[in-house]
């Protein structure tokens, strides 16, 4: 078994058990499935995310591994995520409870707790207009910058997110947002990977979902150059002529999720 716990939970659960615990905590639930719960709480006046993962089963992970998906097994992800990007002085969430029961992964039961960043908005949310309402230039430009720094910190840290869109990035509202002053958070961790080096193709892959939730936010071309000399940190023309193939590719797949995404809104 594996317990980690700060406060307000270290004083509120001692002498109880954490797992039964944070199963009876209540508030505004977020997701409620068979194998995993979210939701928001409030403890002594401060707002807490909380998930519970119960095992998935058998059938659950040969189905997944089955269609080439890697399932997601419990918290232990999102916690080793959380631990290795505040290492690499990538901005995240804080953990304050933690815990991991039982060896096997198909009835685990592990949680994670952690800390409601507010107020925030996301990225997604902040850009929705920009085509009709472009923004100030120079912090369009702070903004593609810090991403693209923050996502080549997360790669080159061994850490890929599997849901890397801009809605999963926060920007912290708490002061007013200008070119030279403004927080970013990255958040949603539960399905990330964390090892010594990441692949090109997960690298890949969380370029091409990073590429495809921003389509619709007009950025122009010196807008896509910008972000990939902030996440590259190399000279333009090395840049162009050293990843021509990824670029194509990014560019394909991005279109290929936008057409389905436009088929599916369609169906709607």
């Known amino acids: 078994m594996k317990l980690m716990l700060a406060e307000p939970f270290k004083t509120l659960w001692a002498g109880r058990d954490a797992f039964a615990a944070v199963e009876g905590l209540q508030g505004e639930v977020y997701r409620e499935l068979e194998a995993r719960r979210t939701l928001r709480t409030e403890v002594e006046g401060r707002g807490y995310f909380v998930k519970i993962h119960r095992g998935i089963g058998w059938g659950e992970i040969v189905k997944n591994l089955v269609t080439a998906k890697l399932p997601v097994l419990g918290a232990g992800q999102e916690w080793l995520a959380i631990q290795r990007l505040q290492e690499l002085g990538v901005p995240t969430m804080t953990a304050v409870a933690y815990g991991e029961s039982g060896s096997n992964p198909a009835d685990q039961h592990s949680f994670i707790i952690t800390e409601e960043l507010a107020p925030t908005v996301s990225l997604e949310d902040f850009s929705i207009d920009w085509l009709k309402q472009p923004p100030e230039p120079r912090l369009k430009h702070a903004l593609i910058a810090e991403v693209a720094r923050m996502t080549g910190m997360m790669h080159r840290g061994g850490v890929n997110h599997r849901d890397c869109y801009i809605c999963h990035f926060l920007l912290h509202t708490d002061t007013p947002v200008t070119a030279d002053n403004f927080k970013l958070s990255v958040i949603d961790l539960h399905r990330a990977q ?48 050293e990843e021509s193939a990824l670029l194509l590719w990014l560019q394909a797949k991005a279109d290929k999720l936008y057409a389905r995404k436009q088929r599916y809104g369609d169906a709607l």
Request: aromatic content about 12%; proline content about 2%.
């Open 194 to 241: 964390t090892r010594d080096k990441i692949s090109h193709r997960w690298r890949d892959k969380d370029l091409a979902a990073l590429y495809f939730s921003a389509l619709d936010i007009g950025l122009t071309r010196r807008d896509k150059l910008r972000f990939l000399k902030g996440y590259f940190q190399q000279p333009l023309r090395q840049i162009l002529a």
